[in-house]
């Protein structure tokens, strides 16, 4: 009928969501379980961006919901 069924968007959004976590893991160098500039810095430069120092910061400082200096999991979801 094309109609997304309940299970359905179930299992897309586990899919989502574990994608989402094993590209936070595979950038979260130290394993701390956070994210910080430098880890960001150098996702980026293995990706093949080229991202300035004045763009990542407004990335990060978006991202960073608490301001804290590191982005989460929960932040980066």
Do not use: C, P
């Not at 956070?34 to 763009?55: I, P």
């Not at 804290?68 to 932040?75: H, P, Q, V």
């Amino acid at each position: 009928d094309g109609k997304i069924q309940y299970e359905e968007f179930r299992v897309f959004v586990e899919a989502a969501e574990r994608q989402l976590w094993m590209l936070f893991r595979s950038i979260d160098r130290d394993k701390d379980g956070r994210l910080d500039k430098n880890e960001l810095r150098s996702a980026f430069k293995k990706a093949g961006l080229t991202v300035s120092n004045q763009r990542l910061s407004g990335f990060f400082n978006e991202v960073d919901m608490d301001h804290d200096g590191y982005i989460t999991f929960d932040e980066w979801r």
